[in-house]
C-alpha cells in the first residue's frame, strides 16, 4: 500500500509540474506576442524606433527566459526563435524595407510551433 501511494504522489508531482509548465510557457509567449503586436503596429505606422523599441522588450523577455528555455525546450526551437528576432530586427532596421510583414510572421510562427509542440494532443505524442 506504502509503494502505491508513493507511486500516485510522485504521479500527482509530474502532473503539477507539467501544468506548471504550460502555465509558464504560455504566460512567456503572450507577452511576447504583446510585444510584437504593439511592434507590428508601430511598423504599420512608419515608426521603426516604437517598432524596434516593442521589439526589443519582447527580445529581453526572451533572453530573461533563457535558463528556463534552454532547460525546457529543444535546443532547434530556442536557435529558430533567437535567430527570428534577430531577422525581424535586420528588418526593421532596413528603413524601405518591406520585408518586415514576413519577418513578423516568420517569429510569430515560431512561437506558435513551440506552443504547439509542448501541449499534449495527439499530433505532439504520436
Known sequence: MKRELTALLLLILLIACSVWNLARLDRLTDRISLCLDRAEAAAGDGDPEAALKALDDGLVLWRR??????????????????DAFCDLQEALLERGSETYPAAFARLRDRLARIDYMEHPSLGTIF
Do not use: C, G, K, M
Open 65 to 82: 527566459a533563457r535558463d528556463y528555455t534552454n532547460v525546457f525546450l529543444r535546443h532547434p526551437d530556442v536557435d529558430a526563435v533567437s
